[in-house]
């Protein structure tokens, strides 16, 4: 239980995800597609079915009633009503009469009926024999509008016909006094059912009223029993059965005029063919998309998880630096105790040099005083331009009393020194630099120091002109391409240095770690004549940013 109730993971969260709302739509949208389409389909091709059925039925109907309205005149032709009067023991009398027929009716008759005979109450009879049904009565009892009735199928000779009966009537006493079977050949029904059903598999055939097939797609099932043809009640219908192959579909309608079956069964799974061949390709088309979107999604979680472990390496540090500002905190609190013994020596020094009327060195032991004083106080607290030029100027009085020759010019606009802000320990350390490496470093006697500051729309520039020896070209321009190429995150990295000197780059990193792009400094010129060096920095409002608090110092 505490299991299920603790949250999951971001790589299970992304994968549920993606079941819910890409696996389970998808599978929900083909189920459905598939069984609508699967409706449709089925029902288009049933009703096709019953199309051709009921085509064939009407053309059926057609036919046979032509042929009942051309057969309606036999019974009444002198012929046969002389015949059927005749006495079948006067052999001379039914010798001539059956003489007459070929001439007088046969020669009349449809070429689609192919032989008759004519059966009389009193025992005679013309005629080649057909092969009849055991259950037909030639003279039994017979409503008066069954005068024409399709018997079933018949052989003669070996070849299938279909036997039709006609109904003879004595003129004189008006009686059943003959019967007239007629052979009809099949041609022109086979004709008519020879249709192409639905699917390469699927069959068509016409049954007699006791389920007796006349035709069938399948030759070999002539005159055999139509399966499930009791069930076959109502004037059409469907009917579903299984086959060797499957479920089939039958559609069936019966004709009320010759009493016939017709019959069209299909197989389901021919009927959804073309859809179970597009189902599989729309399932591998969109198994194929799915496993794209899975892709993007691994893709996605692998960064998102990169992501996350920056964001963690990130915190760890912010950590780590935090615990080295306190503990640098600490120990400048710890250093304070020292320097106030340093001040009081240096006081007493002063004292003494007042009271002996030494003013050097009590001017010097001031500023020396002060330049402690500055120096020992936070690094990280940000000052004025006109504090940190003071400071400046009180390095640069103890250095003109080790150089005589030393000349200091300072160029910056007083209404200005309050509105630039920066960290404490900032020109100081750059005018060192430049007594250290532009002079001394080279064996010149230092002469000139100019700190010039130039007010520009987003930011305050400061120049610092030596005239010393300058820097090399390449080594310019690999400073400048460091102080402007150099991302925060690079310089954040532990160690991280891509000088030897330290003391140009730490200024910068001081300053672009603390204000952003474009503060830092810049080598503006260096060659024979001496080096200046511009430092950026911003005015007061709006550009510093505390980055604990993301609150505008």
Not at 2 to 14: A, D, E, H, M, Y
Not at 229 to 245: T, Y
Not at 314 to 320: Q, S
């Given at each position: ?9 971001i ?83 039914m ?49 008066p ?10 052989v ?6 279909l ?35 639905y ?199 103890i250095q ?36 250290q490496h ?83 400094i ?13 430092v ?18």
């Amino acid at each position: 239980m505490r299991s299920l109730l603790q949250p999951l993971s971001i790589k299970k969260n992304l994968l549920i995800f993606f079941v819910v709302l890409f696996i389970v739509p998808f599978l929900a949208v083909c189920l459905i597609w598939y069984a609508k389409s699967a409706e449709m389909i089925e029902e288009s091709g049933i009703y096709y079915n019953e199309q051709m059925v009921q085509r064939v039925k009407l053309q059926l109907d057609e036919y046979f009633a032509g042929i009942r309205v051309d057969t309606m005149a036999l019974p009444g032709h002198p012929l046969i009503q002389e015949f059927i009067k005749a006495d079948p023991g006067n052999s001379y009398e039914m010798f001539r009469l059956k003489g007459r027929f070929p001439s007088e009716l046969e020669s009349n008759l449809r070429k689609d009926i192919t032989g008759f005979t004519i059966l009389t109450a009193k025992g005679g009879a013309y005629g080649s024999p057909i092969k009849l049904p055991d259950t037909f009565e030639p003279f039994g009892s017979r409503p008066p509008e069954d005068s024409f009735q399709i018997v079933g199928m018949s052989v003669k000779d070996g070849t299938p016909l279909l036997a039709l009966f006609r109904k003879v009537i004595d003129n004189v006493t008006y009686e059943h006094a003959g019967t007239l079977i007629m052979a009809l050949s099949i041609d022109q029904l086979v004709k008519i059912a020879d249709i192409k059903p639905y699917g390469p598999n699927g069959t068509f055939a016409i049954a007699e009223e006791n389920g007796r097939i006349l035709y069938h797609t399948d030759r070999q099932k002539w005159g055999t029993l139509l399966p499930d043809f009791d069930q076959m009640n109502e004037d059409s219908g469907r009917l579903e059965q299984d086959g060797p192959d499957g479920k089939k579909m039958m559609v069936y309608q019966i004709s009320k005029q010759t009493k016939f079956r017709i019959v069209s069964e299909t197989y389901k799974y021919e009927l959804l063919g073309g859809l179970i061949r597009l189902q599989l390709l729309t399932l591998l088309v969109g198994a194929f998309i799915l496993v794209l979107a899975f892709i993007v999604f691994s893709r996605m979680f692998w960064e998102i998880k990169k992501l996350l472990g920056e964001i963690h390496m990130n915190r760890l540090w912010e950590k780590e630096l935090e615990l080295k500002h306190r503990d640098s905190l600490l120990s400048a609190l710890q250093s304070r105790i020292n320097p106030h013994f340093l001040y009081n020596a240096l006081e007493i020094i002063n004292a003494y040099a007042i009271v002996t009327e030494v003013r050097p060195i009590s001017r010097m032991t001031l500023h020396l005083s002060n330049l402690f004083r500055y120096s020992v106080s936070n690094p990280d607290q940000v000052v004025s331009l006109r504090e940190e030029l003071n400071h400046l100027q009180n390095y640069m009085q103890i250095q003109e009393q080790r150089y005589e020759s030393l000349q200091f010019e300072m160029n910056v606009d007083s209404e200005l020194l309050d509105n630039v802000y920066m960290f404490r320990l900032i020109v100081q350390p750059l005018v060192e630099n430049a007594f250290q490496h532009a002079y001394e470093q080279h064996g010149i006697t230092p002469s000139q120091i100019a700190i010039t500051g130039v007010e520009e729309q987003n930011s305050f520039s400061l120049y610092i002109e030596d005239k010393g020896k300058g820097m090399p070209p390449e080594l310019v321009n690999k400073y400048n391409d460091a102080f402007e190429k150099i991302t925060e995150s690079q310089m954040l990295q532990s160690g991280f240095n891509p000088f030897r000197r330290i003391g140009l780059w730490n200024v910068h990193t001081r300053l672009r770690l603390a204000f952003g792009a474009p503060f830092g400094i810049q080598i503006h010129r260096s060659n024979g004549e001496g080096t200046v060096v511009r430092v950026i920095l911003p005015y007061l409002t709006g550009v510093l940013k505390d980055r604990n608090t993301g609150r505008s110092a």
